[in-house]
């Protein structure tokens, strides 16, 4: 687990609790970054006066500047690469990869430099460098507005991959991305921008590499992160009233993973469900099947099923329901993993 | 601090005015915006191109404009009703397209980027099927060499993308001597459309860079909009954008995109030029993104309306009707173009209404184009999976 | 399985064996396809009158000519992405990738647009391309010249992805891939150039993607590729000698992967150890295990164990001994497999 | 088929010269090549600069050179007898290299490519950092912000990345206003090595697109030496490569890279406009490698012997020293310079043959530089795993 001494903790006084959407929330959680640490700077395409195709830098540009909020020219290699000579220098900034699909064109940069600069320097440099991704579907979006990309991140070495699920935690997990000295791959929910959900300014609730138990119960560990979460408790929800207790677990962090609620709870229930957005061959989800599997192999009545985007590129917007894992297909796991 | 002069950085708190028309020495103009016949200098050795323009063929240019923008409001509207996911307007860009479309031969290869509609209209594609693209029923859209599509590509989202793709269809005309033998009728070009902002984009370079080393016979159209979404020009270049070519000895000129008669000459020269042999060239269009960056964005945001209204003063369409009234057009060919242009939108409308859902097995059916395991495994269970609903309320 | 019959199957009269290096046999597998299809055509780096860098094309140019067997400006990006422009102009391209660690700047445009041009375009433009890239370690050689990257290809739906370990197969299966109208990423195993093997040339033993039974045994199975499949059959030599049996797969085929034999094997032996260079977290080996032991849940003794390179960067050259699987490390998840 | 014309299609099946040397109208040179000072006229405004140079000064390049080549050569030799995986020879490059790194001031960042020995030892890494990473020891070799390094980055060996790196550290210089106070003993700048072979990379023009958005105060030194392994720098552009700087609006000179002088000018002048705030500058030094692309290149494979010859007549080394020579340089001096690169080489043997090990924790303590579970793991489960051998045969 990350330090999160470095995260601003200091109690602020009287409630510090608010609702506000998750997108909201990360405006939030950057401002106080930036308000607090002037190495702090966030580069991207259109994040300026715009705020960001979704917003989520509005107002930042006019508050802190153009020297700290950077318009920079159209290119992502470009941007992951400057950004680590920034880093170099002494910042730590915060990159906005205005869409899931636009990564690629810096993949280089961020597999082959970003990730291994620490390593390569043998600790004497540092990469406090954040890539911030809007990622996933349920906005029937064009092609490559909609894209799951994260195995190619957590396939990695070098790379820390995190991603909120909860307005509370996208205030304060970007914050310790920001704060952590290793590059951080920064997964954004982009379907649940406008999800209300209270945020507690006063401290964080876990830290940043943690996974979390948001339901209990006691016949299939539901596993997932990001927008899946919900899908996931609507499953739970569903089954419940089917007679079968489900206990889901947000993954928050994808790399590297806390294992240790997700084979307590698999020890408990014997059965496990993974769900993503991403195709399934060869992703975060077959590791985290084949881990339990190998580490809980007695506990496990059944295989540990996934319930993943298919391995087809994500689909025409107007197809993306049948891509993309809903309570249904959820529950069809549960039914066939509760049938072994 | 250092005080900075960059456009990007100090001016970007607030909305603020792109750059004046970034006009560069040697521009080609030949219409000026009042509608005027008013050659620049460097427009001279184009003349005689616009001048072998029989009256029917400049009809023309102003019918696709006048068209392509009551079919490119259409959508917008078709969007802002929910008909739509997205609509990227050409609404201001109509004289640059046009003109560099009708100076393509029936043999060229076009790769427009993702705003080119009347590129792809002029070369045979039904608007619709952009309608259907923008609409999330399907990823492309049409097939490039079905021959009813004039070799049109579909569009690229990821900016520059295509760039490479032209190049290497390039490549292989001149590999396959496709090019170059003097026969301006047979031989083939290609024409790829790119953005200000696309350009700051590497594959654009190693465009380029393989263009030049393997004299593929390809024009590279820039349309400078002055806008990358939020972003000025300027932020990708404190230098006319023409230059770039010039880096990589690629022959390169500047052209007022907004006069269809200039972007017509100087497309027509190049692309010629390069089927005859002569390597690739570039060409610069200055123009103007006159509405929003797509229907999701929200211009007031970052540029001001005295922006707006200067480069609304500079309308391309405008501009060519006053120069055809000049030259003695007849009152029923307005009338009869804004009737062809209010039927082609309620066609679009119509037919867009009427569109269909989008059959599952397009998910799965070409993800390979020969047999694949897991595919076929996904296909056989999701079928099942959706039979085991039939009569059932979940 | 593809179809092979597009691949050259003429019988040739008398001898058809013969001993030669793989790297020598991709040589010929290459001469034969620029021979029996002049829209094949090379591209890379060096490829010309160098020959490359390992050398597998040389004489090429010579023998075909600059326009067949073309050295290309140094880029990627612009190798992957005018080689669909000319596969879209009707060519077969081979682009040769110079080391694996270099294939990344091209990222884009294999993901982004070769992986999925056939689908974007409803199958109305096919995309034969294939990338050879020499990857893996063994060869003592500095960062970028060692590494693993199959995950990254296998992970993206529309790509093939294939990987011979014998001089016969290399000949085989470059022809093969290049035959396939589907991009085919096609890993040569470059520490195995020099490894001679009989080839013969009469016709192929197996289709592109077909996986193969190496060695029969009985207690556990060991899967792999490339390289690691010499390394793999000495750990079950080995084996032998301490009274373990072990039945040895070779993968062959990436993806997809073909788990008729592996799932056949596993059935048997109830035991399963997967070897690989590559990172482990969230790889190929995590898929083909979470995969065996979802399939083949009951006839398992043991959950499937992997060996892998560790999540690390390729370490420099003097510690490859350490961090890539050897027959040791083999050996020693056998035992583990065996305690259970 | 066309006929073609390029040179790297048409000369492909068998070895080639390289273009003549690519001299550009603008070239600067200073000292020819017969070591006589003899400017161009390009060179005229730079003269001034080598005026003021101490004799100290020019002897100093001279012994730099010489002590470099022998050190090249050594490790060349520990690379034949197996002390290393690796060496890319700088033999040839020597004046652009010194010229260049002599120019920069201490305050400055410099972004080395993967050959340039020379730059990294004048700016105080210890040689033997580098032959440790191509022994297989190290990936990294130094650190570049421990002073006694001199701002001097590690290799990087992706063709091109550093360009970006080094464009990053320049914006910051110009966000920390460490740059463009008029004050050039503390004004930072930025020079960053590059091949013609990596100029091809869309890296190196993301970088250039950057650096004239933001203007750095960074220096772009284009190392020309005619070859990217086998492939003669005309597949990479037809045009002088100097050129291409000026696409993006970056003042641009063109040096030859073999006269230690004019090299050690123009990148005083350039640095020194790039850190007062004048933004980029680019500099293209037409040089040659004179030995193979690595130990395990063959140059005869696909160039001539004539063309090296024709290098060799033009060896930065001999023409220096006849400059030397002419200006009354005494034979003690060469003597000592002679014995300095002999000790040089002497000591780097001895001290790359003492080499110890590489320590296992090596692959684990850095891939993060914060606590990582899985990590710590595999540590752990090596560690263990390691010990089960102690005292066992196998
Ligand atoms: C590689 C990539 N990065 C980002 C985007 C998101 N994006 C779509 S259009 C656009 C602006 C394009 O500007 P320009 O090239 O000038 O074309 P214009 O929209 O003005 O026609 C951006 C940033 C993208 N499509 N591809
Ligand atoms: C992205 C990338 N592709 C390929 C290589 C392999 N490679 C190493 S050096 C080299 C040639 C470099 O030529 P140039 O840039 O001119 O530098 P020079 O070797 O002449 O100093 C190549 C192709 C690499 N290191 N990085
Ligand atoms: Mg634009
Ligand atoms: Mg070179």
């Not at chain 1, 000579?85 to 810096?106: H, K, N, S, T, W």
């Amino acid at each position: 687990m990350t330090d999160v001494t470095e995260a601003p903790t200091q109690a602020a006084a009287a409630s510090t609790v608010s609702t506000m959407p998750l997108g909201k929330a990360l405006t939030a959680g950057l401002r106080r970054a930036l308000a607090e640490n002037d190495r702090v700077l966030l580069m991207g395409e259109d994040i300026g006066p715009l705020g960001g195709v979704f917003r989520i830098t509005e107002g930042l540009q006019a508050e802190f500047g153009p020297q700290r909020v950077i318009d920079t020219p159209l290119a992502e290699s470009g941007i992951i690469g400057t950004a680590i000579g920034l880093a170099m220098g002494g910042f730590r900034p915060v990159c906005e990869i205005q869409f899931d699909g636009f990564v690629y064109p810096g993949f280089d940069q961020i597999t082959s430099q970003l990730a291994k600069i620490t390593n390569r320097h043998e600790g004497a440099l540092r990469m406090p460098v954040v890539i911030r991704i809007p990622y996933g579907g349920h906005i029937g979006a064009i092609e490559h507005h909609q894209e799951s990309p994260e195995t190619y991140f957590t396939h990695t070495p070098g790379l820390r991959v995190v991603s909120p699920s909860t307005a509370n935690d996208a205030y304060w997990m970007i914050q310790e991305a920001i704060a952590s000295t290793d590059p951080v791959i920064f997964l954004e929910p982009k379907s649940k921008y406008w999800q209300k959900g209270e945020v507690d300014t006063s401290a964080p609730a876990l830290p940043l590499h943690a996974s979390r138990v948001v339901r209990r119960g006691t016949d299939v560990t539901l596993v997932g992160h990001g927008a899946m979460v919900t899908t996931l408790l609507q499953a739970a929800a569903l089954a419940e009233s089917e007679g079968t207790s489900c206990e889901v677990v947000d993954l928050r962090s994808l790399s590297p993973v806390d294992y240790g609620p997700i084979l307590d709870s698999v020890r408990r229930t014997g059965r496990m469900v993974y769900a993503q957005e991403s195709p399934q061959f060869t992703s975060l989800g077959s590791e985290i099947a084949a881990t339990v599997m190998e580490r809980a192999f007695y506990a496990l009545e059944a295989p540990v099923l996934r319930v993943s985007g298919f391995d087809a590129p994500f689909p025409p917007a107007k197809l993306e329901g049948l891509y993309l894992p809903d309570p249904d297909r959820i529950l069809e796991a549960v039914d066939r993993t509760m049938a072994y | 601090m250092t005080p900075l002069d960059s456009p990007a950085r100090t001016d970007g708190s607030t909305r603020r005015d792109a750059p004046a028309f970034s006009e560069a020495p040697g521009l080609v103009r030949i219409l000026g915006a009042d509608g005027a016949i008013a050659p620049t200098a460097s427009a001279e050795p184009y003349l005689a191109v616009i001048d072998a323009l029989a009256d029917a063929q400049l009809e023309e240019f102003y019918r696709d404009m006048v068209v392509i923008r009551a079919f490119d409001r259409e959508a917008t509207n078709l969007q802002r009703q929910g008909q739509l996911a997205l609509w990227p307007p050409s609404f201001g860009q109509e004289a640059a397209q046009v003109g560099s479309a009708r100076a393509a031969r029936t043999q060229d290869h076009l790769f427009p980027s993702y705003r080119e509609h009347v590129v792809c209209r002029i070369r045979g594609v039904d608007p619709l099927d952009i309608i259907r693209v923008m609409r999330g029923v399907t990823h492309g859209g049409w097939n490039p060499y079905d021959p009813k599509n004039g070799n049109t590509h579909i569009y690229t989202l990821v900016l520059g993308a295509q760039t490479l793709h032209a190049t290497g269809v390039g490549m292989g005309l001149v590999f396959d001597g496709k090019s170059g033998t003097g026969d301006a009728d047979r031989d083939e070009a290609v024409l790829v459309y790119y953005g200000d902002g696309a350009s700051s984009q590497g594959d654009v370079h190693e465009s380029m860079v393989f263009a030049a080393s393997f004299r593929t016979p390809e024009v590279f159209f820039l349309q400078n909009n002055q806008w990358a979404i939020s972003v000025p020009v300027a932020t990708q270049s404190r230098t006319p954008l023409v230059r770039r070519g010039e880096g990589y000895g690629i022959p390169s000129v500047q052209v007022d995109g907004n006069d269809v008669l200039a972007s017509y000459a100087v497309s027509r020269v190049a692309l010629d030029e390069a089927r005859a042999g002569g390597g690739p060239r570039a060409i610069e269009a200055l123009t103007y993104r006159m509405g929003a960056h797509t229907t999701s964005d929200d211009p007031t945001k970052y540029r001001t309306s005295s922006e707006e209204e200067s480069w609304a003063r500079r309308d391309p369409i405008a501009r060519m009707r006053t120069y055809l009234e000049g030259r003695g057009a007849a009152a029923s060919f307005f009338a009869d173009v804004e009737a062809e242009a209010h039927a082609v939108a309620e066609d679009t409308r119509e037919r867009t209404m009427a569109l269909g859902g989008i059959d599952t097995s397009v998910m799965f059916d070409h993800v390979y184009s020969e047999q694949h395991p897991l595919i076929d495994e996904e296909r056989r269970w999701l079928a099942d999976y959706e039979t085991s609903f039939e009569g059932d309320a979940r």
